[in-house]
T-cell receptor
Framework: KAGVTQTPRYLIKTRGQQVTLSCSPI?????VSWYQQTPGQGLQFLFE???????NKGNFPGRFSGRQFSNSRSEMNVSTLELGDSALYLC???????????????FGSGTQLSVL | LAKTTQPISMDSYEGQEVNITCSHN???????ITWYQQFPSQGPRFIIQ???TKVTNEVASLFIPADRKSSTLSLPRVSLSDTAVYYC?????????????FGTGTRLKVLA
């Protein structure tokens, strides 16, 4: 069974640009969540989608957005990039409908975004 | 929402047992505690999950005291390949929503 696939693996952008990252979940998983990982802040939750609807959201500005398609694939978008957006962006998929406390998350390898 | 705290780093030698503790003082009644392992250039990988008392699987044990304000991941007889960052996760629930709040991570270095 294929794991979670994230593309691209590496990305370099300049300040003010926008970027779109893609995540394909494990087959049969309908929940996709996104995380930002930086050396200073660790792993921070961005948002989670289930059945094309944003189910939960972390404390990030509106420049960070996402969506989910009918095949459960998800994209996240960051507009007006800032230097501080440089990070590893991870997505995770999970199977259950309810979500929440006892979810088992399966992570992709991430997209390393560098903003110059 | 629950906030988690872990030691930043730990060193151990091959063959030793390693215990990593996570504090989660504001854990809610319905929250589970889950531990993940992360190697460089990879996403975190599930290790173990528990709600109370003790859980054991083929790679680790998880100890949770009665008050559930902390949890301890125990890795028996570590090897060099266990060198990684370990995160505890408490899914913070409140107002009908939940947020995945990861701990700061503990960087474990296993020495030969």
């Amino acid at each position: 069974k294929a794991g979670v696939t994230q593309t691209p693996r590496y990305l370099i952008k300049t300040r003010g640009q926008q970027v779109t990252l893609s995540c394909s979940p494990i087959s049969g998983h309908r929940s996709v969540s996104w995380y930002q990982q930086t050396p200073g802040q660790g792993l921070q939750f961005l948002f989670e989608y289930f059945s094309e609807t944003q189910r939960n959201k972390g404390n990030f500005p509106g420049r960070f957005s996402g969506r989910q398609f009918s095949n459960s694939r998800s994209e996240m978008n960051v507009s007006t990039l800032e230097l501080g957006d440089s990070a590893l962006y991870l997505c995770a998929s999970s199977k259950t409908r309810q979500g929440g406390s006892n979810e088992k998350l399966f992570f992709g390898s991430g997209t390393q975004l560098s903003v110059l | 929402l629950a906030k988690t705290t872990q030691p930043i780093s730990m060193d151990s030698y091959e063959g030793q047992e390693v215990n990593i503790t996570c504090s989660h003082n504001n854990i809610a009644t319905n929250d589970y505690i889950t531990w993940y392992q992360q190697f460089p250039s990879q996403g975190p990988r599930f290790i173990i999950q528990g709600y109370k008392t003790k859980v054991t699987n083929e790679v680790a044990s998880l100890f949770i005291p009665a008050d559930r304000k902390s949890s301890t991941l125990s890795l028996p007889r570590v090897s060099l390949s266990d060198t990684a960052v370990y995160y505890c996760l408490v899914v913070g629930s409140g107002s009908g929503t939940y947020k995945y709040i990861f701990g700061t991570g503990t960087r474990l270095k296993v020495l030969a």
